[in-house]
């Protein structure tokens, strides 16, 4: 069975530190894969999304970049945070043309810049 | 483009009474919709999902949804809210450039005892 594995569950993190966050899917090959983020009583906002290895694509500008160095790895960088960095990142993974398994999310990181 | 409204921010319940969160969606074409649950801290889970045939349709823990194409709307109904139903929803549409979900901004449900 597939299984999704998102760390650290939490992060403290001064303003100007690095971030790296790490997703990855267990038990499928070339799945489309998704950065949110939520943000206390915002809903959640898609990040970034990749269809495959080293494809990335960036919905909105901001100080975070992905990168898909695997097919199942997912990581979310800033090489240096802001206060606004901070929220709940969830990860999540869906079947290419298989809609119909919908997506399945990570448990999330809890982030907090200070 | 494709969005999601949710109007509620939060309701509140009794343990035992009937439930309704609503959802409107903006698509073109026929949607594909989803409701999903999240618990405090944790991740999303789906509980059920509209693609067609149907437009009632059944999900986990005994939720269930109805699309109604002229109300462009999705709504979420349980009959009798159990206390450990209390958590964020959340509406979703599928956009098929990208395959990407989007979300409406989430209801909050509190169940009181």
């Known amino acids: 069975s597939q299984t999704i594995h998102q760390w650290p569950a939490t992060l403290v993190q001064p303003v100007g530190s690095p971030l790296s966050l790490e997703c990855t899917v267990e038990g499928t090959s070339n799945p489309n894969l998704y950065w949110y983020r939520q943000a206390a009583g915002r809903g959640l906002q898609l990040l970034f999304y990749?269809?495959?290895?080293?494809?990335i694509s960036s919905e909105v500008p901001q100080n975070l970049s992905a990168s898909r160095p695997q097919d199942r790895q997912f990581i979310l960088s800033s090489k240096k945070l802001l206060l606004s960095d901070s929220g709940f990142y969830l990860c999540?993974?869906?079947?290419?043309?298989?809609?119909?398994?919908?997506?399945?999310f990570g448990s999330g990181t809890r982030l907090t810049v200070v | 483009a494709q969005s999601v409204t949710q109007p509620d921010i939060h309701i509140t319940v009794s343990e035992g009474a009937s439930l309704e969160l609503r959802c409107n969606y903006s698509?073109?074409?026929?949607?594909?919709l989803f409701w999903y649950v999240q618990s405090p801290g944790q991740g999303l889970q789906l509980l059920l999902k509209?693609?067609?045939?149907?437009?009632l349709v059944q999900g986990i823990k005994g939720f269930e949804a109805e699309f109604k194409r002229s109300q462009s709307s999705f709504n979420l109904r349980k009959p009798s809210v159990h206390w450990s139903d209390a958590a964020e929803y959340f509406c979703a549409v599928y956009m098929e450039y990208g395959n990407k979900l989007v979300f409406g901004a989430g209801t909050i449900l509190r169940v009181k005892s």
């Open positions: 509209y693609f067609s045939g149907d437009t």
């Open positions: 999540a993974w869906s079947l290419q043309g298989l809609l119909g398994y919908g997506y399945t």
């Open positions: 990749s269809v495959g290895i080293g494809q």
């Open positions: 698509y073109g074409a026929t949607p594909y």
